[in-house]
C-alpha cells in the first residue's frame, strides 16, 4: 500500500479538532453509500451529514423509477460546489469534508477556497488541466457524458456497465446488490462539466491539509491519474499526502476490507493534530 507524504511543508491553516464530518457524495451513486461510514466515525464521537445532491433528496430505488429524470439532468458542476458551499457555512465549526469521485473532486474546489479544516478525497475526479490522456478514463466516461444524446434527460448507468467498471472484481451477487443499493440517474452536464474551468484547482494556493486516496483496481479513475493530481500539488506549501490501497475498485463502500480505509483517515487525521479522541 502506497503512502506519499509531502506533510513536511508547513501548511498556514490552523489545525484544531473538530467533531464534524460532511461526506460529499460522487455521481452514479446514492448519499446512502456513506451510512456505514457514518456510524463508524459517529462511533469515534464525531457528528455526521452526508446530504444528497439537489434533486436527488430520494432512495436509488425511487430516483432510478424517475428517470429519465430533467431536474437531476439540470445538475451542473458549479452549482453543486456552491450548493456544498452554503452546507459548510451552516455547520457550527469547520468539518472536515470526505469525498468520493466528483466529490473528491468537490472537496478539492472547496479547500481552495477555504472551507473545511482539512479534506480527504477519495478515488477523485482528476481537476480541470490535471487530466492527460488516458484511454481507461475516457473509455468509463464517454457513455455517460452522452454527447449525441440530449443534455436534458440523465443518464441511467446499465449493470453491465456497472459491474464491469464500478463494481469490477466483486462477486456477481456482490454486483447486484450494490447496484441495487446505489445506482443513480445521473447529469451528463456534470461529467462534461468536470472537463471544463469549473473543476479547476490552483494547485499553488494555501489551503488546509489534503489526503487523496486511489485503488489500485479502479477502472473509473486509475490511481495513475490521482498521483499525477498529487505531483501537481508539488508547487504549493500546504500539506498533501497520498494512500494507494491495493485491490480496491471504484465502489470501496463494499469492498471487504472498507474498514482500512477509515482506520487511515483517522490516522492521518491525529498525524496532522485536528483529529477528536477516539471515544470508543
Request: charged residues 20%.
Amino acid at each position: 500500500m502506497l503512502y506519499v507524504s509531502l506533510s513536511q511543508q508547513s501548511g498556514t491553516m490552523t489545525k484544531t479538532p473538530t467533531k464534524w464530518i460532511i461526506f460529499i457524495t460522487g455521481a452514479f451513486i446514492g448519499n446512502n453509500c456513506w451510512d456505514e461510514w457514518k456510524l463508524f466515525f459517529e462511533n469515534r464521537g464525531y457528528r455526521c451529514k452526508a446530504p444528497a445532491w439537489p434533486n436527488k433528496i430520494a432512495s436509488p430505488e425511487e430516483l432510478r423509477n424517475r428517470h429519465p429524470d430533467s431536474a437531476i439532468a439540470s445538475n451542473r458542476l458549479n452549482n453543486l460546489t456552491e450548493y456544498f458551499a452554503e452546507f459548510v457555512k451552516a455547520i457550527p465549526e469547520e468539518p472536515i469534508l470526505i469525498g468520493h469521485s466528483i466529490g473528491g473532486l468537490i472537496v478539492e474546489l472547496l479547500l481552495q477556497r477555504g472551507f473545511g479544516i482539512a479534506g480527504i478525497a477519495i478515488h477523485s475526479f482528476p481537476s480541470a488541466g490535471a487530466i492527460e490522456f488516458n484511454f481507461t478514463l475516457l473509455k468509463a466516461l464517454l457513455t455517460p457524458m452522452a454527447f449525441f444524446s440530449s443534455p436534458q434527460k440523465s443518464y441511467m448507468i446499465s449493470f453491465k456497465k456497472w459491474k464491469n467498471t464500478i463494481a469490477n472484481g466483486m462477486t456477481c451477487e456482490m454486483q447486484k446488490q450494490s447496484f441495487y443499493l446505489f445506482a443513480i440517474p445521473e447529469s451528463k452536464l456534470i461529467i462534461r462539466d468536470a472537463f471544463k474551468s469549473a473543476a479547476k484547482i490552483n494547485f499553488s494556493k494555501d489551503r488546509p491539509p489534503l489526503l487523496l486516496i486511489s485503488g489500485s483496481r479502479d477502472k473509473v479513475i486509475p490511481a495513475s491519474l490521482i498521483f499525477a493530481n498529487y505531483e501537481k500539488y508539488k508547487s504549493g506549501k500546504s500539506i498533501t499526502d497520498y494512500r494507494d490501497f491495493k485491490g480496491r475498485n471504484h465502489l470501496l463502500f463494499k469492498h471487504p476490507s472498507w474498514k482500512d480505509e477509515l482506520e487511515f483517515i483517522l490516522f492521518w487525521l491525529r498525524s496532522i493534530k485536528i483529529a477528536i479522541a477516539n471515544t470508543q
